[in-house]
């Protein structure tokens, strides 16, 4: 980052709005094409992710499932539209501040102004998942990027960096089954120990000979239903999971050539879906559930310690499926998921040790999400090739491609390079 901002205010002192903002146009025509032109391209790029909701439910659907879907289309679109009007305009209004465009103010400090505004207005849902999001992003930059050796080591080494998920998966699960305060959206949910015995038993014809029971008579398991019957529903939901996120992944990035094409569909779908991933979210929930019922049929009467252990083996050999699919963005997600997880757990803890700071009267998310949304857009534009692709996709039709039009003039004007191939 050091080269560029050493040479960005010389080259970039004269540069005007329309020679690279919105060239051809006022600032004012600009901003009202900025909140009237990314409809369109917004609707494009919430509509998957509210179809997942339905692609999950496809056998069971009803009224409250497409309400859920209408809700969450409504919250995350009016997220993404407002981010990116109020983000895209900030841009000249700090030009015009300024006078000039210096480093940060050409797009750091307006997107983060547009999410610092958006996050009093949009709802709880939208700014929670875009602010997590971008923070999976930013995490993920850092280790593409990082210097330091252990980054090196993650990104260089598929083993190392399965080893590090194994770790991080136990922490997180741990967390999540001593998480009394808020709601946590990871993979599955941790087991905890029975609080009573049911005098009966539902047979499950494969864990039965795998692990029989000492008393057969008794529920070994926390689960309401058989162990067999536990194991398959697992699988089976994450699997429709993860055909669910290919298809909505597709659909993003496919999105103009399946409206050109609708038989292309086909194509999309089921010769270039991603299975590994469906590969690594079926044995991930899989192995989890296998091992801690396994671990309760051989301790019937569970106390608590010996049920955090159980918990904390499944979690730990859950985490060998990353192998399948080191994909750093998982990494990364659970790293952030971890950070939020225990930061509510040890909110008092931390408040009363940052006693010089009112926590108290700061919402986090609105500091959170300004600062990261800065960050992978200015990432976004001075360094493309650390950003993953899918966060390019995103932008592209969050502002309907004027991120890569001002991406591209910028680096007209600088460098003479018109870098298509960074789009």
Known sequence: MTTHSKYFYPAAKHLRCDEVIHIGKNCWESTIWNFTGTILSCVKFVLPLALIPIIMKIRNLNKDVFMQSFRIFVDFFFGAWLVSGLGLSSICLFRRICGVFYYYTVLAVPAGLGAFISSWIISERAKHHYAHGLSTVAFQVSITRGDFYIFKLLRNSRLAITIAFMALNATLMHGLRENHTGRFYWLTQPLKSKTEYHEFYEESAVMDKISPIVRSQIKCCAHEDSCDTFIFNGIKKFFKFGVGLEIARHLIYNYSRILRNPLIIFNVFFKQLNWNLVLFLVGYVGVYRFIYCWRS????????????????????????????????????????????????????????????????????????????????????????????????????LSTNYKDAAIFTAYHKFLFGLTPQFLL
């Open 297 to 396: 049929r051989r301790n019937i009467y569970l106390c608590e310690e010996t049920s955090k252990k159980d918990n904390q083996l499944a979690s730990l050999m859950s985490g060998l499926v990353f192998y399948l699919y080191p994909d750093q963005s998982i990494f990364s997600h659970t790293v952030i998921t971890i950070i939020e997880i225990y930061w509510t757990h040890y909110y008092e803890q931390i408040k009363t040790f940052l006693k010089w700071i009112p926590l108290e009267k700061i919402n986090m998310i609105h500091v959170v999400f300004p600062l990261v949304f800065g960050y992978v857009t200015h990432i976004r534009t001075f360094y493309p090739y650390l950003a993953p692709a899918i966060q390019k996709k995103l932008m592209h």
